[in-house]
C-alpha cells in the first residue's frame, strides 16, 4: 500500500479517554498510581497509535487496521465460556472477561488481587511494581494500557505454582477497545507454570489490548505457556516487559493462531548475572498479521538468551518477526541466539523477518539466522513416491518443521491440547490451500 493510500485515525482517541475518563478509573486518586497513569500517558502520546512511519511497526500498521472509534470497555455483565484449552483443568485459574475479572478459583501459594479494585489498602508489592515495565514510549500500547487500565489482575507466587490466565473475549454490539494488566511478581526460589489463553465470539471489532509485567527474582523460575486465538476481526496486541534478577530463568511458548491483527511487543531484561531466557514462538495463520517483536536486553554478565520463531503462512497471511539483542557495556560472557524461519503456502503469503544486533561489550557469543521458503519439493516427493497423498504428505512436513518449538515444555497434557489447537489451525490452512 502506497503512503497516499494511508488511512488516517482521529487523533487522540487514547488521550482523549484518559482526559474524560482519568478521575474515575480503578485507583484513581492514589497518589502513586496517577503519577505513573500521567508518565504513561504521555509516553504513548510520544509515538500515538503507530503506523508504519514508526520504525518497530513498520510492518504493522495498527491504526490503518482500525475501521472507526472504539468504545471503551469498563463493564461486561453477559455470559463468559470457560474452556479447558489446556487439557485438564488447573487447580488454580483466573477467568477475565475484555480483561475485566470475572472468576478467581486459587489456592495456597499465590496471592492474587483485581486491578480493577485497588484502593489505598492494595499491598506494597503492587505498588512497587506496576506500572514500572511494559509502559514506556518504547512500548506505547503498553503506556495506553496502563494510563487507561479499567481492569486485569496481581499475581504474587510463592513456592511452586501453575496457573492458567483464561482471557475470553465475548461478542459485543459495538466496536470496543479493552485496556487491561497483568503483574506477575515470582519471589525468590519461587516457580510458576502460567498458562495463558486467549479467545474471542465473532462481531463488531475490537482492539485487546493487554499490558504484562513479569517480575523474576533471585532463583525465580517462570514457564509461560502462551495460546492467543482470538477472533479472525479482532485486533489483538500484548505488550510484555519482564526483568530477571540473578539465576532467574524465563522459559516461554507462544502460539499465535487468531485475530486479524495480532502483536506480541516484548522487551526482556536480563538484569542479573546469571539470568536465563528462552523464547520459542509458533504462528499459524490463513489472513491476516502476526506479529511478534522482541527485544533481549543483556543488562548484565553472564547472561544467556535463546529465541526461535517458527511460522506457516498460507492465503494473504503476513507473519512478522522482528528480534534486538541489546548487550550493554560491561555485559560479558553474554551468550545469545535467534533464529527465525518460516513456511510459505501460498503465492500470496509474507514473512518478514529483522534480526538485530547491538553490542556494547567484548567477549560475548551472539548470532542470528533466517530462513523463508516454501515447502521442501525433494521431501514431498519422497513421502509422495511412498504412497502418502500429497495433503496428508504436507500435513507431515508442516507439522515436523513446527515440532522443534515445543520441545521440552509443559507436560505431556498440556503440549498434546496445545499441539490439538496447532493441528485444527493448519487442518483450516491445508484445506484453503488444496
Request: glycine share 10%.
Amino acid at each position: 500500500m502506497s503512503a497516499l493510500a494511508l488511512k488516517t485515525h482521529p487523533p487522540g482517541m487514547f488521550e482523549l479517554d484518559f482526559a474524560r475518563h482519568a478521575a474515575s478509573l480503578p485507583g484513581a486518586g492514589l497518589a502513586w498510581l496517577d503519577a505513573r497513569r500521567r508518565v504513561a500517558i504521555a509516553a504513548f502520546g510520544k509515538t500515538g497509535l503507530p503506523t508504519r512511519r514508526v520504525e518497530a511497526w513498520k510492518y504493522t500498521d495498527l491504526a490503518n487496521a482500525l475501521e472507526g472509534d472504539l468504545e471503551p470497555v469498563s463493564h461486561f455483565g453477559g455470559a463468559v465460556d470457560i474452556a479447558n484449552v489446556f487439557g485438564s483443568k488447573p487447580v488454580d485459574e483466573v477467568v477475565l472477561a475484555h480483561g475485566l475479572v470475572r472468576h478467581i478459583e486459587v489456592s495456597g501459594g499465590l496471592e492474587v488481587a483485581d486491578l480493577g479494585l485497588l484502593d489505598e489498602k492494595s499491598p506494597a508489592w503492587i505498588r512497587d511494581n506496576l506500572g514500572m515495565l511494559a509502559a514506556s514510549a518504547d512500548q506505547p500500547l503498553g503506556a495506553a494500557s496502563l494510563a487507561l487500565m479499567r481492569g486485569g489482575v496481581a499475581v504474587r507466587v510463592q513456592g511452586a505454582q501453575t496457573l492458567h490466565l483464561q482471557f475470553s473475549n465475548p461478542a459485543l454490539g459495538h466496536g470496543a477497545v479493552s485496556n487491561s494488566r497483568v503483574l506477575i511478581v515470582v519471589e525468590q526460589g519461587a516457580s510458576l507454570r502460567l498458562l495463558e489463553s486467549h479467545s474471542g465470539e465473532p462481531g463488531r471489532q475490537r482492539l485487546a489490548n493487554l499490558g504484562v509485567e513479569l517480575v523474576l527474582n533471585a532463583n525465580a523460575k517462570l514457564e509461560h505457556i502462551r495460546l492467543q486465538s482470538d477472533d479472525a476481526n479482532a485486533l489483538h496486541v500484548t505488550t510484555i516487559g519482564a526483568s530477571l534478577a540473578r539465576d532467574a530463568e524465563y522459559r516461554a511458548l507462544f502460539a499465535a493462531m487468531g485475530a486479524r491483527l495480532s502483536r506480541v511487543d516484548m522487551n526482556l531484561k536480563l538484569a542479573s548475572e546469571g539470568a536465563r531466557a528462552t523464547l520459542h514462538n509458533i504462528a499459524v495463520l490463513n489472513g491476516g498479521i502476526a506479529d511478534i517483536t522482541t527485544v533481549m536486553d543483556h543488562a548484565a554478565p553472564h547472561t544467556t538468551s535463546r529465541q526461535l520463531f517458527k511460522s506457516v503462512v498460507g492465503g494473504d497471511g503476513r507473519a512478522v518477526t522482528q528480534g534486538r539483542v541489546a548487550v550493554r557495556k560491561g555485559a560479558v560472557k553474554s551468550d545469545s541466539h535467534q533464529l527465525f524461519k518460516a513456511l510459505l503456502l501460498s503465492p500470496r503469503a509474507e514473512a518478514d523477518a529483522k534480526p538485530e544486533l547491538e553490542i556494547f561489550a567484548d567477549d560475548v557469543v551472539c548470532g542470528h539466522g533466517t530462513a523463508i521458503g516454501a515447502l521442501d519439493a525433494d521431501a514431498l516427493f519422497y513421502l509422495r513416491a511412498r504412497g502418502i497423498p500429497e495433503r496428508e504428505a504436507k500435513g507431515l512436513l508442516i507439522r515436523a518443521f513446527l515440532a522443534e518449538t515445543m520441545e521440552g515444555f509443559a507436560d505431556e497434557a498440556v503440549q498434546d491440547a496445545l499441539a490439538a489447537r496447532i493441528d485444527e489451525s493448519l487442518a483450516s490452512l491445508e484445506q484453503s490451500e488444496s
